[in-house]
């Protein structure tokens, strides 16, 4: 499982491995720079291939034609990580003569993960900065090296401004007599390499680059050559995902040992490029006890870690009561297809049975829009709207259903927020808010959830950015700097499990433990998705999941169900929210 964490988490748990279990700090380093010097040479070989085809490789700048179309999606991870170039050159293999039988003696073969055909064409810069990530980086030029590649080494600061085990590196590497220069002493062409390797800042900088550092990252992002980031991007905020000016724009970064939270939230996402996780020997399993756990969300989690059957199989004697009975009080007038989209998302989730409940005047004008959904007026009057009175007909409809939920097209009217309030304290099935009660909740005050007191029954709530905002009586600029933070300290704080949506929704719970999604894509910003995915977690409810299942796996489901949705469309851009309703 892949466990996410930040800075601080990352530096317990690596003090941990070393005081504690005994591993010496220089076998991590060995590992770490092992494991960048490796994904260099995958990164190498499919440039190679792209150069064959193609005619031309990375000598002549910028990115190998065609590798536009195979990294579109770079820096997304669907339902794990990518394959990330696992495919390896055959081995140096030799015989002692004609005849013999592969395998029965005579085979010499060398290490698949450190050999590349014609390594000579590759000259390779590696930005040393005076840290531990330097330390790694000088690793990986040594066995780069070993490997056949040009190397040159690119000192930020005087190499005698290395400490610890990173001197002991620097020191490794000169007696081995690779190149170095400094920079500010020599001249750096950047045109003369075919490729970067960026170890100049690690998850321990903050802010903005400064001197020698910004000199070489904006000279290493204008060179237009691949750039593989030792762990996270020299620049990026390693817990936040923020892009400080200038950051390196890598094509890969080898993430050591645990995820860092920066790379799976946006900008940082971007910055980073193809991800890929190595292990250093670090016990990942070590993660949950030096702070919150957060993990991606993959099948396997959700399988394993949260006991969700991904099959989503049927009693063979289920029947409609078996799966439960949603009742979603959302629509008005201008917004009814909110509802309808809503409840129609509920039935394709799985749940037996479920109830719109509307105001009256808008139900001759849905009748038979989906025949397999019941109706019921819960607001009087001719406006098409909802008042403060209908909370009686709503609690009455609730008694005899197991999940309400709530939010979607509601609009806004007098007495609204005290409306939702006698939802919250007057059910006692699981209640998801979203849309428009969430607003109503954002009225309530900071506080609101904690001041109506705790629930009974799982309360679900799935803000957007700017619900959320309103929530936490701050911008959507400022919620969107570090979306984890700010989600897992709500749900906690409030009690309550909350679904921040959007580019790699988070789901936080009451106990402090996150989930970042992996499914979805860009076309899902299109009006009405939030609402089909208030259906889909309500349809999850009545069947029986608890909270942090239901919010889980419904995120993961929606996200899953736009990717085959587009795929059938063609084109995000197209993508409807029906679409994903038709692809659960």
């Avoid at 290490?111 to 000259?123: E, F, K, N, T």
């Amino acid at each position: 499982m892949l466990f996410i964490v930040t800075a601080d988490q990352m530096r317990a748990v690596d003090e941990y491995t070393i005081q504690q279990l005994g591993i010496p700090a220089a076998s991590l380093m060995e590992n770490a720079g092992r494991a960048i010097a490796e994904e260099v040479i995958k990164l190498c070989r499919e440039g190679q291939e792209d150069g064959s085809r193609e005619g031309r490789g990375w000598g002549e700048g910028g990115h190998a034609k065609g590798d536009e179309a195979r990294h579109r999606n770079i820096g997304e991870v669907r339902g794990g990580w990518p394959d990330c170039g696992q495919r390896r050159e055959a081995a140096w293999r030799a015989h002692t003569g004609p005849g013999d039988r592969v395998g029965c003696g005579g085979d010499i073969i060398a290490d698949p993960a450190l050999v590349m055909a014609h390594p000579g064409d590759q000259h390779w810069y590696m930005l040393i900065g005076k840290g531990n990530n330097g330390g790694d980086g000088l690793v990986a030029a040594r066995h780069l090296v070993e490997a056949g590649l040009g190397v040159t080494l690119v000192y930020a600061d005087a190499p005698e401004a290395l400490r610890g085990e990173a001197a002991v590196q620097r020191d490794a590497a000169a007696k081995l007599g690779i190149p170095a220069v400094v920079h500010g002493r020599e001249a750096v062409d950047f045109s003369r390499c075919t490729g970067i390797v960026d170890a100049l800042l690690g998850t321990g900088s903050r802010g903005a680059p400064r001197g020698a550092y910004a000199a070489l990252i904006r000279a290493a992002n204008d060179s237009g050559k691949p750039v593989v980031s030792a762990d996270v991007p020299s620049g990026l905020d390693a817990d936040t995902g923020e892009a400080y000016e200038p950051c390196i724009e890598a094509r890969v970064t080898v993430c050591l040992a645990l995820l860092k939270r920066g790379l799976v939230q946006y900008p940082g996402a971007s910055a980073a490029g193809r991800i890929v996780v190595r292990a250093i020997g670090i016990p990942a399993l070590l993660a949950p006890e030096h702070g919150p756990s957060v993990r991606l969300l993959t099948d396997e989690v959700l399988r394993g870690a949260l006991r969700v059957d991904t099959g989503r199989r049927r009693a063979p004697d289920g029947h409609k009561g078996t799966y439960g009975h949603v009742l979603l009080a959302a629509g008005s007038m201008p917004m009814s297809g909110a509802g309808l989209l809503s409840a129609k998302a509920a039935l394709r989730a799985g749940c037996g049975l479920a109830t719109w409940a509307l105001p009256a005047a808008l139900l001759p004008h849905v009748i038979g829009t989906v025949p397999e959904l019941m109706l019921a007026a819960a607001a009087d009057g001719a406006s098409g709207e909802w008042n403060a009175a209908s909370a009686a007909a709503v609690l009455r409809l609730a008694e005899s259903r197991d999940v309400l939920a709530t939010g979607p097209g509601l609009g806004r009217f007098q007495g609204d927020t005290d409306w939702l309030r006698r939802l919250w304290q007057q059910t006692d099935c699981p209640l998801v808010i979203d849309a428009d009660a969430l607003n109503m909740l954002a009225d309530a005050g900071p506080d609101g959830p904690r001041t109506w007191g705790q629930r009974s029954a799982a309360t679900i709530l799935t803000p957007h950015p700017g619900e959320m905002g309103r929530l936490l009586r701050m911008s959507t600029p400022e919620v969107q700097r570090d979306r984890i933070a700010h989600a897992a300290q709500y749900a906690r704080e409030q009690g309550v499990t909350l679904v921040l949506k959007g580019a790699r929704t988070v789901i936080a719970t009451p106990s402090g433990e996150a989930y970042i999604n992996t499914t979805g894509h860009a076309g899902m910003a299109t009006g009405g998705a939030g609402d089909v995915l208030t259906g889909i977690i309500a349809g999850l409810l009545a069947q029986g999941l608890d909270a942090e299942q239901a919010a889980a796996f419904g995120v993961y489901l929606h996200g899953q169900a736009a990717e085959r949705a587009t795929l059938r469309r063609g084109d995000p851009s197209s993508l409807l929210a029906g679409d994903i309703i038709d692809a659960l």
